[in-house]
């Protein structure tokens, strides 16, 4: 089966702080893809980014990076210098290639982590 | 702006009752997705349809049904419906039948 865990339910910071989201997943397949996603108090779900399974390159876009370890089934999340603007719930999701669950490639989603950032 | 479009954004029934959900994809967007947001479970995949066919199933209950029609938009009806279903309904679309997936801004869904 497929499963995502993200083992901090909360997490506040204050402004200018640097922060990690952690996020663990599970899955049987070979080949599979991992996102972030943000979900601002006014409720929209935002994509962030994907990563495919054979690409552990970490990757930065301008505040936010990501490292994606294989060996460890984890992808955290970073985001440098926080800003108020970042309180949000931040999920992280695993999409498998469909071989060896019901739910084929849809998103599995982990329980999010709720950010607090304050000024 | 996702390009995803929910319709009604808030809706208040009694138990018992059936509603009807709507969801028009990005232009261009063959797959979609609904998805539940309540408290206690998170964001719980239902349901997937790629071009008019259902690809993939997650926990979606009996009373819940869902189509795609030829014109590419969606609808989950819900039936008999009980306090628990309250949550907030996400669709989501995307151009083929995986993510990343780009999501509307949900019906919310209120049972009393």
């Known amino acids: 089966a497929q499963k995502v865990t993200q083992a901090q339910t909360e997490i506040s910071v204050v402004e200018k702080e640097d922060v990690t989201l952690d996020c663990v997943y599970e899955?049987?397949?070979?080949?599979?893809?991992l996102f972030w996603y943000k979900q601002p108090p006014s409720g929209e779900l935002v994509f962030l980014i994907r990563?495919?399974?054979?690409?552990?390159q970490n990757e930065i876009s301008g505040r936010y990076s990501w490292n994606f370890q294989k060996s460890t089934s984890s992808f955290n999340f970073t985001i440098t210098a926080s800003q108020v603007v970042d309180s949000a719930v931040y999920f992280c999701?695993?999409?498998?290639?469909?071989?060896?669950?019901?739910?084929?490639?849809?998103?599995?989603f982990g329980k999010g982590t709720t950010l607090s950032v304050s000024s | 702006d996702s390009g995803v479009t929910q319709t009604p954004k808030h809706l208040i029934t009694a138990t018992g009752q059936r509603v009807t959900l709507r969801c028009s994809p990005r232009?261009?967007?063959?797959?979609v997705y609904w998805y539940q947001q309540s408290l206690d479970q998170g964001l719980q995949f239902l349901i997937q349809?790629?071009?008019?066919?259902?690809?993939a199933k997650g926990n979606i209950l009996e009373r819940f049904s869902a189509q795609q029609f030829p014109d590419l938009h969606s609808e989950l009806n819900l039936s008999s419906l009980e306090l628990g279903d309250s949550a907030l309904y996400f669709c989501?679309?995307?151009?083929?039948?995986?993510?990343?997936?780009?999501f509307g801004n949900g019906t919310r869904l209120t049972v009393t």
């Open positions: 899955t049987r397949d070979t080949t599979y893809y």
């Open positions: 999701a695993l999409s498998g290639w469909g071989e060896t669950n019901q739910a084929g490639t849809a998103l599995i």
């Open positions: 990563r495919n399974s054979f690409d552990e």
């Open positions: 232009s261009g967007d063959l797959s």
């Open positions: 989501a679309s995307s151009v083929g039948p995986r993510p990343p997936l780009h």
């Open positions: 349809y790629y071009n008019g066919e259902e690809r």
